[in-house]
């Protein structure tokens, strides 16, 4: 099989680390794969089975507006087409919106969109500000995938779209990201010297509303917990200033961003998700594949189905900090989890088989 996987680019990210994830693991599979970027910005390291390819020169962005997503795309249809001389793709994956919205503008086949995050409640948010915006947003959604073949990272996503988006005619495939168990366990023993010495919890996400770190600093003011609080995001005047405001400050460390976060992750006493929505966080599969306790906000969509059986008491209402507090304060009370069952739907050999069967299930086929 030969495939493609676009994206905007490898800044720090789920999404972009999932694209580098397929790819190597399809070629590693004996397929012929390649990840195109949008933009040559790159903060993940490439994958080294996979061939990548940029549209821009390194550290160049491409333009966000009417005209820069239609050069994007001209020079995307370009591109497919030299890639593809003799060969032609049998698999394009588009993964992120604005990536996705270039992609659908080339008109290249056969394609399947990505989707990785709860698009209902990113429309609802807009909506609380200006209704107009919101109605445009659903709008476009229904334009890009209404009728198009999709990949959904969780069973949350695939309800999103076809239920509460409605887009009932979309093809729509439920393929969880791969988590290798063996290799993260590998990664997370190597030597970081940069780790604290102290009992620490951590929290992995960009500096984002969605993210709600804000969230995260309360509860850690309410649990009354000595722990330090290590983010792994890179730094920033507005975090800086959230951080000083917190009554928190002398415990909180950002690490930055860290291309292998593993050991940080692993050799933490509790892990925090506090989203107000996702799609299916890696972090926190991750997380419980090294045997990390964790606490998440029951967010749309993911956690749930990871945090299930008797996982499911770490699981708190979105927003509600003395909740997180209390969570945070009784898994640290409780033995480090055993990797949960849920995990073997994310192993690769399952993963990459549905990848391989995505040609023969495509929409017209």
């Not at 995307?76 to 270039?102: M, Q």
């Not at 009728?147 to 409605?166: M, Y």
């Not at 409780?334 to 399952?350: D, I, K, S, T, Y």
Request: hydrophobic fraction near 45%; charge should be positive.
């Amino acid at each position: 099989m030969k495939a493609a996987f676009v994206t905007t680019n490898l800044q720090g990210g789920g999404a972009e680390k999932a694209v580098l994830a397929l790819a190597r693991g399809l070629a590693r599979r004996g397929h012929e794969a390649h990840v195109i970027l949008l933009e040559d910005v790159m903060q993940h390291p490439a994958a080294e089975e996979a061939r990548v390819h940029a549209l821009t020169k390194p550290g160049v962005r491409s333009g966000k507006g009417w005209f820069g997503k239609r050069a994007s795309a001209l020079a995307l249809r370009r591109l497919i087409r030299r890639l593809g001389d003799g060969h032609p793709f049998d698999l394009v994956v588009s993964t992120l919106p604005y990536c996705d919205e270039v992609v659908a503008l080339s008109g290249i086949e056969p394609v399947w969109f990505r989707v990785a995050n709860t698009l209902s409640v990113e429309i609802e948010l807009l909506g609380r500000n200006s209704r107009s915006r919101a109605g445009r947003r659903h709008a476009r959604y229904r334009r890009l995938y209404g009728a198009s073949n999709v990949i959904a990272v969780s069973d949350g996503v695939a309800r999103d779209l076809t239920q509460t988006l409605g887009l009932t005619s979309a093809n729509v495939v439920r393929i969880y990201n791969p988590i290798d168990r063996e290799e993260l366990g590998g990664l997370a023993a190597r030597p970081e010297p940069r780790l604290p010495k102290e009992p620490y919890l951590i929290h992995a996400g960009r500096f984002a509303p969605q993210k709600r770190h804000d969230l995260l600093l309360e509860a850690l003011r309410r649990s009354g917990l000595s722990h330090r609080l290590v983010l792994l995001v890179p730094p920033s005047a507005a975090l800086e200033r959230l951080i000083a405001a917190s009554g928190v400050a002398d415990r909180v460390t950002i690490a930055g961003f860290q291309p292998n976060p593993y050991p940080w992750i692993a050799r933490a006493e509790l892990l925090v998700l506090c989203s107000d929505h996702e799609g299916m966080p890696n972090v926190l599969a991750e997380a419980l594949a090294c045997g990390t306790r964790v606490v998440s906000t029951d967010c749309p969509s993911g956690p749930r189905e990871l945090l299930r059986d008797s996982l499911a008491r770490f699981l708190v209402p979105c927003g509600d900090a003395q909740a997180l507090a209390t969570a945070m304060r009784d898994a640290l009370a409780a033995p480090r989890p055993l990797p949960p069952a849920v995990l073997e739907e994310f192993q690769p050999e399952r993963v990459f088989a549905q990848y391989e069967a995505l040609p023969r299930m495509r929409r017209g086929t």
